[in-house]
């Protein structure tokens, strides 16, 4: 009898141990499953999009951008220009994108653009955001032809977009590279970043990210500063920022970081605090940007329309 009870002891211990092991793993599942199914396009606009003028701004097949001019615009129109997310190893302009702002935008009389750069591991994130700024050069170097506004320029960026986009509008290097500087950026939309301090995310950040982060910055700290836009945040930046987030909170926490660094440096920040959590919200957030009944589409044409009017 003692041989049978301790028989059934060490089975359950070895049945709650393997249960124990399967739990992270049966949760990582399901949080894999949640994200891909928030990242299922939702239905668009009623109306589509019309064809986009497809640029290259470099030699690299993936420096590519499309462009959506407005409708019923002046002959100079404010510009809009989106880098997309993707844990800068994946992702497009075609897939990782809202399907309302080449609608939305045009239609609110800007100029709407959304870029493809290089990706990890194949490209670093230095060159992430060079290709950033010289895609911007090469809108502004056309703005004549296509009718842009060269002084009236922002850039937005959702996920590894906004903080790329962040790390443009705050290290004038990238700029400068491309023969631009922050006087050729009128604002910057950071939306639902949450590596503005690579350092900090890295270590306090989600566990599922940690292998992306490793991939995307390496383990070198002065290089992860470098790459911070929270740490390159002291004056100049670009002259003014909108921070977009949802109640993720190391998206929160990070956009609240930089917020204050760059109010600090004496730079104009304004945020968007977004209903919506976990990778749902996070990818809602970009999906419904356009949207006329998503609340962050409203936010972002009233500080576009205040930035503009200057």
């Given at each position: 009898?003692?041989?049978?009870a301790?028989?059934?002891?060490?089975?359950a211990?070895?049945?709650?141990?393997?249960?124990?092991?399967?739990?992270?793993?049966?949760?990582?599942?399901?949080?894999?499953?949640?994200?891909?199914?928030?990242?299922?396009?939702?239905?668009?606009?009623?109306?589509?999009?019309?064809?986009?003028?497809?640029?290259?701004?470099?030699?690299d097949?993936?420096q590519?951008?499309?462009?959506w001019?407005?409708?019923?615009?002046?002959?100079?129109?404010?510009?809009?220009?989106?880098?997309?997310?993707?844990?800068?190893?994946?992702?497009?302009?075609?897939?990782?994108?809202?399907?309302w702002?080449?609608v939305?935008?045009?239609?609110?009389?800007?100029?709407y653009?959304?870029?493809?750069?290089?990706?990890?591991?194949?490209a670093?994130?230095?060159?992430?955001?060079e290709?950033?700024?010289?895609?911007?050069?090469?809108?502004?170097?056309?703005?004549?032809?296509l009718?842009?506004?060269?002084?009236?320029?922002?850039?937005m960026?959702?996920?590894?977009?906004?903080?790329?986009v962040?790390?443009?509008?705050?290290?004038?290097?990238?700029?400068?590279?491309?023969?631009?500087?922050f006087?050729?950026?009128?604002?910057?939309?950071p939306?639902?970043?949450?590596?503005y301090?690579?350092?900090a995310?890295?270590?306090?950040?989600?566990?599922?990210?940690?292998?992306?982060?490793a991939q995307?910055?390496?383990?070198?700290?002065?290089?992860?500063?470098?790459?911070?836009?929270?740490?390159?945040?002291?004056a100049?930046?670009?002259?003014?920022?909108?921070?977009?987030?949802v109640?993720?909170p190391?998206?929160?926490?990070?956009?609240?970081a930089?917020?204050?660094?760059?109010?600090?440096?004496?730079?104009?920040?304004?945020?968007?605090?977004?209903?919506g959590?976990?990778?749902?919200?996070?990818?809602?957030?970009?999906?419904?940007?356009?949207?006329?009944?998503?609340a962050?589409?409203?936010?972002?044409?009233?500080w576009?329309?205040?930035?503009?009017?200057?």
């Amino acid at each position: 009898m003692k041989k049978i009870a301790l028989l059934a002891l060490a089975g359950a211990a070895l049945t709650a141990g393997a249960m124990a092991e399967a739990a992270p793993r049966e949760r990582l599942r399901e949080r894999i499953a949640e994200w891909r199914k928030a990242r299922a396009q939702p239905s668009g606009p009623a109306v589509a999009a019309p064809a986009p003028i497809t640029l290259a701004y470099g030699t690299d097949p993936l420096q590519q951008l499309d462009l959506w001019r407005p409708v019923n615009a002046p002959s100079k129109a404010p510009l809009v220009l989106f880098v997309h997310g993707g844990g800068w190893q994946r992702g497009s302009k075609d897939n990782a994108g809202s399907r309302w702002a080449p609608v939305h935008f045009p239609q609110a009389g800007y100029a709407y653009a959304a870029i493809n750069y290089r990706l990890v591991p194949q490209a670093s994130v230095e060159q992430q955001a060079e290709d950033a700024a010289r895609a911007l050069r090469a809108l502004l170097d056309r703005a004549d032809e296509l009718g842009i506004d060269r002084s009236r320029a922002v850039l937005m960026g959702h996920s590894a977009g906004a903080h790329l986009v962040a790390l443009v509008g705050t290290d004038e290097r990238y700029l400068k590279a491309a023969g631009l500087g922050f006087a050729d950026v009128a604002g910057v939309i950071p939306n639902d970043g949450a590596a503005y301090d690579v350092p900090a995310q890295m270590r306090d950040g989600p566990a599922i990210m940690q292998q992306t982060y490793a991939q995307a910055f390496g383990s070198d700290p002065a290089r992860q500063r470098a790459l911070s836009p929270t740490h390159q945040a002291a004056a100049p930046n670009a002259p003014a920022f909108l921070l977009l987030h949802v109640q993720r909170p190391d998206g929160v926490r990070q956009a609240q970081a930089l917020g204050k660094a760059l109010s600090a440096a004496g730079t104009q920040v304004e945020y968007g605090s977004l209903p919506g959590e976990g990778l749902r919200g996070h990818a809602e957030i970009n999906r419904q940007l356009g949207n006329p009944d998503y609340a962050a589409t409203g936010l972002v044409d009233a500080w576009l329309k205040r930035l503009f009017a200057r």
